[in-house]
């Protein structure tokens, strides 16, 4: 058991933000594995201040305790505002948190995301800024630096602790790296013992011994599951299980993996509309037959030819036949 703020939380499993994929369809869908936290799609603080029909669409969601709206953004008084806003927009917001570990150009070149990272004590006022406003708690997700020449988390870390953060998610990445080679779990080594707030590693969560692996080196409290569990949804259920009953599930069949494909387009569906869902499964649903012999030329069908549920059953029909599964 660990808190965010005063939020109690069970489990190990946070559900990272990823843009346009961990939306509310998608995070209803993983609840069931055993997802401890979820944290929204990154929403803008000029898109909630402009009053943005598409940023509102991120903000509102049905309460699924504990889930955490993102915000990004550079300026604490503009943080400020947005989180006021959000606030009013939905009561089911249990916490905000910060992004300041992003590290497209799109996001960094506005000076926020990871760019936030170069100025720690501003990562601190917006932090403050925002808890000033609103009796939510507040969290952050942050990197190991800009690049290898300026890793300063630690000195970030200290400026969230003294604003009054109420825990740090970091990738063990620098801005630089992007999402490429191998996190650098090992420059975090017992990092949590040197904090005074719970910890939440996240990069290359793609198995059960990653999650150990991360959580052993770190201390940290949970680990985040982002690309690793797109399609594998078996993945949460078995970092959960871990540390909640020390059991080792094994991955999931082919005929489990066919049914959560279809399980999650109806999700998605029911909160997108169909045409708008298959759109965006197509980068989705390829990822659920990862691994599985006879199924490379469906992977490539799915991205091409997903069009409406009926074509998505089509193929899911086809592998089962192939597959002699009934």
Not at 197 to 223: E, K, M
């Amino acid at each position: 058991m660990w808190k965010i703020g005063n939020i109690e939380i069970e489990g190990r499993v946070v559900l990272a933000p990823m843009a346009g994929i961990t939306s509310s369809g998608y995070r209803l869908f993983n609840k069931r594995f055993g997802v401890a936290v979820f944290v929204s799609e990154m929403v803008s603080d000029m898109g909630l201040i402009y009053d943005n029909k598409q940023t509102e669409t991120y903000v509102k969601f049905d309460k699924l305790f504990p889930t955490g709206l993102q915000l990004f953004g550079s300026s604490p008084e503009t943080m400020k505002k947005a989180a006021i806003i959000a606030q009013k927009a939905n009561k089911n917001i249990d916490f905000f948190d910060v992004n300041m570990g992003c590290p497209v150009p799109k996001v960094t070149n506005s000076g926020a995301g990871s760019s936030l990272m170069k100025n720690p004590k501003l990562c601190g006022d917006i932090i403050r800024s925002i808890k000033s406003a609103t009796s939510l708690p507040v969290t952050a997700k942050i990197r190991l630096g800009w690049d290898n020449s300026s890793i300063n988390y630690l000195e970030v870390i200290k400026e969230l602790e003294k604003a009054g953060v109420d825990a740090i998610a970091i990738h063990a990445r620098t801005r630089k790296e992007l999402y490429l080679g191998e996190p650098h779990f090992d420059l975090l080594k017992d990092l949590r013992s040197k904090m005074s707030v719970p910890l939440i590693v996240s990069g290359n969560i793609f198995t059960l011994d990653d999650a150990i692996r991360a959580i052993n080196i770190t201390g940290a409290d949970a680990v985040m599951v982002a690309r690793g569990g797109m399609g594998n949804p078996t993945l949460i259920k078995q970092i959960d299980s871990y540390y909640r009953h020390g059991e080792k599930i094994e991955p999931a069949s082919l005929k489990e993996q066919i049914d959560y494909c279809l399980e999650l387009a109806d999700y998605l569906i029911e909160e997108k509309g169909e045409s708008l869902a298959m759109r965006v499964y197509r980068s989705i649903a390829p990822k659920f037959f990862n691994g599985f012999a006879n199924c490379k030329k469906y992977k490539t069908r799915l991205v091409t030819e997903l069009v409406s549920r009926k074509s998505l059953v089509g193929i899911l029909e086809e592998i089962k036949k192939e597959n002699n599964i009934n």
